[in-house]
């Protein structure tokens, strides 16, 4: 297994190329030259963290952003996972957005590009940085599609009686729909190409709710391919299986042409709990590991004790994974959720973190950065004293 050569080796080239970028003047998205490998502290794992463009103020000024950077190399963190895509709209200058929806970007950062903008900041204190592509295959939040289906209707994904597939408010696109996919291929592609960055990361969206499949095209196609008819329960195992493996075969072929830009280039995939996943969201992510379609895995373990988390743990590596394979898996860890009152204690935080070590898991990321700097940064003074201490 392969999956953590590049997080084990330095990035000499990236390096140079940010510095001489530096020196010239940063300006995105270009051609750029692109990081050869991944570096790290050989002793130790991912230490991420998530920096979301809701409920967090970090990508609304390039003086917050270049702060928070300080903030998080001084806590003993390496690596950031910025937010680029969310609510049907970019956090950078989008050509491809520009071209099929004439919004080149969120309008909160009109005239400025805060992704270029972190690359530059994490870089000058050692952070590696993974955009993530959050909202996938969803096109809006309780909106009704919002402007991406005003615009492209005939993207939308169906339930199976016609109306429009939505799940926990989230209304989505059509996960299976070749134009749907291309769309979201050619945004993750557009900033590996563009940007200095040490790789892309897919959410939990690149998925497709089990409820989905029912449009016209997409019956089409199954009763072609396996000469039967889809059935009323969206959950029967040929059709779900079926419909995961054009999920995971889109993961393949970001992950191909991700590696076609620079084979150092890390596709990191951030699913649901498996099996859940892949019954609930059709994220065979068993699927990815085994074939080697993602260089890290961060399973969002969103659990709220220390018992429902270890069990999460251990179903992934006596169930799901084997040997070496574990060394690609940085669990995703929930700081809090500013839906509800709910924040992470020091002592669960240590225990989670202890844990993953003593099962041979060398690293995390936590969802999302306003937890660290809730009272009085009461988190990042924990794990830069602790854990994270250099």
């Not at 190329?17 to 050869?36: D, E, K, M, T």
């Not at 054009?246 to 991700?258: C, G, S, Y």
């Not at 990815?288 to 373990?301: A, I, R, S, T, Y």
Request: charged share 25%.
């Amino acid at each position: 297994m392969r999956f953590f050569t590049p997080f084990q080796s330095a990035i000499r080239s990236f390096a140079s190329s940010i510095q001489q970028r530096l020196v010239a003047g940063f300006s995105a998205p270009n051609s750029a030259a692109l990081p050869s490998s991944f570096p790290a502290d050989k002793a130790a794992g991912i230490r991420g963290v998530w920096i979301p463009n809701t409920d967090c103020k970090v990508l609304t000024s390039k003086e917050l952003i270049a702060e928070a950077m300080d903030f998080l190399a001084d806590t003993g963190f390496n690596t950031v996972f910025p937010i680029v895509w969310n609510q049907g709209f970019t956090a950078y200058p989008s050509q491809i957005m520009r071209e099929k929806f004439g919004v080149e970007i969120d309008s909160r950062y009109q005239g400025r590009d805060p992704l270029a903008e972190i690359c530059v900041e994490a870089k000058r204190v050692g952070l590696k940085v993974i955009p993530c592509f959050e909202y996938g295959f969803v096109s809006s939040y309780n909106s009704k599609g919002g402007h991406l289906l005003a615009k492209k209707p005939e993207w939308a994904a169906r339930d199976s009686s016609g109306n429009l597939l939505k799940k926990n408010n989230f209304d989505w696109m059509n996960s299976l729909d070749p134009e749907v996919q291309d769309f979201v291929l050619g945004l993750m592609l557009e900033v590996a190409k563009n940007y200095p960055v040490n790789g892309v990361q897919g959410d939990d969206r690149i998925a497709f709710p089990v409820e989905g499949g029912y449009d016209e095209k997409t019956v089409k196609c199954y009763r072609e391919q396996c000469g039967r008819e889809a059935p009323s329960d969206c959950k029967e195992q040929h059709w779900l299986q079926w419909r995961a493996d054009i999920i995971t075969e889109f993961v393949a072929r970001l992950h191909r042409e991700v590696k076609a830009i620079n084979p150092d280039l890390l596709l990191s995939m951030s699913p649901s709990p498996y099996d859940w996943g892949l019954v609930e969201y059709l994220q065979d992510s068993k699927a990815w590991v085994d074939k080697n379609l993602v260089d890290m895995l961060h399973p969002q373990f969103y659990r709220r004790d220390f018992n429902a988390y270890k069990q999460l743990v251990d179903k992934m590596i006596e169930r799901q994974l084997s040997g070496q394979q574990v060394k690609c898996v940085s669990p995703g860890i929930l700081l809090t959720n500013r839906g509800s009152k709910y924040s992470i204690t020091p002592e669960l935080l240590l225990q989670v973190i202890a844990y993953n070590r003593s099962r041979g898991i060398q690293g995390e990321v936590m969802f999302f950065y306003e937890g660290l700097r809730d009272n009085g940064n009461a988190l990042a003074e924990v794990l830069k004293k602790g854990p994270y201490a250099r």
